[in-house]
Each structure stands twice: as C-alpha cells, then as structure tokens.
C-alpha cells in the first residue's frame, strides 16, 4: 500500500501528517511512503532525514497519481479534492459537522474518507486520539503565551525589596487542555482555580491543585457525551457565570478551552465580565476558532480593551509543530495500521472505531452532518 504525505496548504500551518521516524516504522510494516517536498521542512524535518528513513520524495501530481492512501493534518483544499481519483482512501482531520461540503465533495469523487478528529474516546483507540494529543499542546502552550503578555509572574517571589505574591489563573474547561494548562501554571507557581459544566472533571481539577468552582443543578446530571460538554441552558450557563465570577474578576490570566462537539463554542466571557476585571489581566481565548469563549475575542489577534488584553489565538499545536506532528504521525500509524495492512483496508463497519471515523466509502456518505 502506497501512502502519499501531502504539503499542508491551510495558512500558517507547520505540522505534518507523517515524520521520518514514523515512515520508518511503516516500511518495516511493509507501506511504502511519499512525502510531497519540503512537506515536513516548517516541523524541522528536512526531506533528507525522510530518505534516510525510507521515503521517497515527490511532487503532489505524483502523490495523487500513485498513492492509495493520502494523509494530511487539516481537510484536502478544493484544489486537492479536485485532484482524486475513485478509489483512494483519504485520512485526515475533516470536523465534518462543521464541514459537510467537504465531506460531499470527497465522496463525489468516489473517494473513501476517514475523519481522525470523530476517533471515538474509547480506552482502545488512546493511542489515536489526535484531539487529546494536539489539546495537550495546547493548552500548555496556552499558559506560557498568557505568562508572555502578564506583566507579573507566577511563582510566589521573595526579595531584599519586598514579597511578590503569586499570580491568580482561572481555567474554563477541565478537559485535555484545560488539565494541562492547570498543570502548566501550577509548575509555574500560580495559585490555580477551574470550572467546567460536568462535575466529573472536578476530582481531575483538584488532583493538578486547582480549585474547582462549579453549581448545584439537576441539569449537571446529563451534561457530558462521549467524553465531551453537550451543549447546556442559557438558564445554567448564567448560574455558573454567577459562581465564577469572583475568580474572574480578581484573575491575573484566563485561559478558556471550552468546545461542543459539532457545534459552536459557548459564550463563558461577556463584555460586561470584561469591564468589571482588573487592569493588566489577560485572556487567552483557546475557543476562538469555533467561535469563541469570549465576546470580544477575534482569530488571531490580540486586543486591549478595559485594560484587559484578550488573544484570540488558532491552531496552537501549530506553534509546537516538532512535537505535535510528532504525536498526530504516531496516532495516525496507530489508526492505519488497526485499520489495514500492507496491502488493503478492512472495512468493518460494526467495529466502533471504523464506525465512528469513516465518512464516506466509495463515493457513498455514511455519517448525518
């Protein structure tokens, strides 16, 4: 089976699907790999270090002329679909509730496409889950981006001139990226408080030395699926603006990550939250990308206003490209090697995991948007 490795075209995007090691523990599984060139070059993977693993070095027309199987990180551009042929096998991250389109347009090319963000969270699909691994990235590089733009630090401080308290971090959202950013500000010394809708996460919060803040209410009892926060009342939400706002007020840096599966992400932060949070605080909005945690956040900017600085930064585990291609190159072997081997895919459709990431197979789509 023939793997194509395409450049990644999305704008200020350094990952790679597959880097040199990984090629080389599919050669020894029998695979053979093409990397589109320079396609590993932003991660610090030259193509030199691709042949010394066993790659071959091609141009895209040659990918998608030979390859039976073609990887990216983010979904295949219009320019890319264009360019399949019937029969090929399509991996990558697709957000497909969000992106319908795309998944049509494959499937009119009577292509088969896989969805590595719909991995189900099962604890025998782990060691493929892209989410978690690209969150925890994340949400670590979350909290140094916030510590950059602080005008205090951290840790506790003391000094011939005086004691410099800590700095105060609250966290909305106590999922993969959320705990890394409580555990990335503890390290750094902060005095740490998270909230998070499902009451599950607090004993996750408190072992990492955060405060867990959350309320009492019977909605609390149905608020998670599949790993995730379903979508909840405006009724609960303001209840739970209610108890964390203290926190927020007096915060030196916040950091949101809170996301709904297939849908738009939940409005934590208001304007009139904003104003009422004291000079020189800092948010970093991980959400923006999906709409925002936060009222005033914008994609990639950084905005001051009430004295407040606001960044509204996208793609994260892009800024740590070695590491997060690292990881999703090493998700992905996990997923194409218990999905096929060297010489074709098993389709088993009641199997779960094939179940819940193959979109379309053959041109026919099989997921509801």
Excluded: C, W
Excluded at 40 to 54: P, T
């Amino acid at each position: 089976m023939k793997i194509g490795v395409l450049k990644e075209t999305r704008p200020n995007e350094k990952r790679v699907a597959i880097t040199p090691k990984i090629t080389k523990d599919y050669i020894n599984k029998g695979y053979e790999i093409f990397i589109e060139r320079n396609a590993g070059l932003a991660s610090s993977f030259s193509d030199e270090d691709y042949k010394n693993n066993g790659g071959k070095i091609v141009d895209k027309n040659t990918i998608f002329n030979d390859a039976d199987v073609i990887v990216k990180i983010n979904p295949l551009d219009d320019e890319e679909i264009a360019q399949l042929k019937k029969g090929q096998v399509v991996i990558s991250m697709v957000y497909h509730r969000l992106h319908p389109e795309t998944v049509k347009k494959i499937a009119d090319k009577g292509a088969t496409l896989f969805s590595m963000d719909a991995i189900p969270r099962i604890s025998r699909a782990q060691n493929m889950d892209v989410l978690s691994s690209q969150s925890n990235l994340a949400g670590y590089k979350a909290v140094i981006i916030g510590a950059d733009e602080m005008t205090k630090i951290f840790p506790l401080m003391m000094t011939a001139a005086g004691t410099i308290t800590p700095a105060k971090v609250l966290i909305y959202g106590v999922g993969v990226a959320g705990l890394q950013a409580i555990a990335t500000a503890k390290r750094l010394g902060a005095i740490v408080e998270a909230t998070d809708v499902r009451p599950e996460t607090k004993e996750q919060a408190e072992s990492l030395g955060a405060k867990f803040i959350t309320v009492e209410d019977k909605e609390l009892e149905n608020v998670s699926e599949g790993g995730y926060a379903k979508e909840v009342s405006k009724e609960f939400l303001e209840k739970q603006k209610q108890a964390v706002n203290k926190s927020l007020f007096d915060a030196d840096l916040v950091v949101t990550t809170a996301l709904v599966q297939g849908a738009k992400a939940p409005v934590l932060i208001k304007e009139e939250q904003i104003k009422q949070m004291k000079r020189g605080a800092v948010i970093v909005d991980m959400a923006v990308e999906k709409g925002g945690n936060v009222e005033l956040s914008e994609p990639d900017k950084t905005i001051e206003k009430y004295g407040i600085k606001i960044i509204g930064k996208t793609n994260l585990p892009s800024t740590l490209a070695t590491n997060a291609s690292e990881l999703y190159a090493k998700n992905l072997y996990n997923f194409i090697t218990f999905m096929s081997d060297k010489e074709h895919f098993n389709f088993d459709l009641d199997e779960e995991i094939t179940k819940g990431t193959l979109l379309a197979k053959d041109g026919e789509i099989l997921v509801q948007s």
